[in-house]
């Protein structure tokens, strides 16, 4: 299958999950994770009906928003703080806040460009040493600590689960949304909960029913990654 025909799959796809969970498909974004994919990708899963793309390096996405319009960009992955400057002006929700410092420099560069940056915060649910993110344990802690940013709006949660069986997947995905209801009760001025991030290629029905509202498709909408040789020799 070609990518608008992946993209009308996934879309059937949601509408059947959300149906059989009484939810409504119409409050879910579907992101199409188009990190390692050409240009022509995008734009073809653009006329094709997609709108939100989500990218995780600095470089490779400010090339891609040069050459593509009228599309809205979320940051998915690590960002450094260095390099925050880079994307400040240019994505709609940065989905991988983690870390203070991190914090402390998305709003001080929205603070110049006088922009109330969105953002989620990447939550470690399996504690992988292999992977970013705040411990649960630490969520309510930092929450407080980013609490007086006034240039940062919070909108929600995003997590990466450990890549195991369907069951333990279901009960990270639960455990999240735990998270998320217990942070949508915190009342700072810069909260404002409305989003779930997690479920991607091969869990995101599942994700759909444990209460994602906002879902990162790369494979499933363009196919395998696409690495050119000088990007493997740089990894």
């Known amino acids: 299958m070609g990518i608008a025909d992946n993209i009308s ?3 059937e796809k949601i509408k059947s999950v959300c149906e059989l969970c009484g939810r409504d498909s119409g409050d879910i974004i ?3 994770v188009s990190k390692t994919h050409p240009v022509e990708k995008i734009i073809e899963a653009k006329n094709a009906g997609l709108y ?18 009228d599309v809205r960009w979320h940051f998915i ?16 929700l940065i989905h991988s806040l983690d870390d203070y410092e991190l914090a402390l420099e998305v709003n001080k560069r929205a603070e110049k460009i006088n922009k109330i940056m969105d953002v989620l915060i990447q939550v470690n649910i399996g504690k992988e040493q292999t992977k970013y993110g705040v411990y649960e344990e630490e969520l309510f802690d930092f929450c407080k600590r980013i609490s007086g940013l006034k240039n940062i709006r919070i909108k929600g949660l995003m997590c990466i689960p450990p890549n195991e069986d369907i069951d333990k997947t279901r ?7 735990f998270l998320y209801e217990e942070v949508k009760k915190l009342k700072y001025d810069n909260f404002d909960i409305q989003y779930l991030s997690m479920g991607m290629t091969d869990d995101f029905d599942i994700a759909i ?16 990654r696409y690495y050119k040789k000088e990007d493997i020799n740089n990894e």
């Open 77 to 92: 992955g690590h960002l450094q703080k260095n390099k925050v400057k880079y994307i400040i002006d240019k994505v709609e």
């Open 9 to 11: 799959y996934i879309n």
């Open 209 to 224: 029913e444990e209460g994602a509202n906002i879902l990162r498709v790369g494979t499933g909408i363009f196919g395998e």
């Open 30 to 32: 579907l992101v199409g």
């Open 171 to 177: 009960f990270y995905f639960k455990r999240m949304k």
């Open 52 to 69: 939100v793309f989500g990218e995780s390096k600095v470089q490779e996405f400010i090339k891609k928003y040069e050459e593509v319009k």
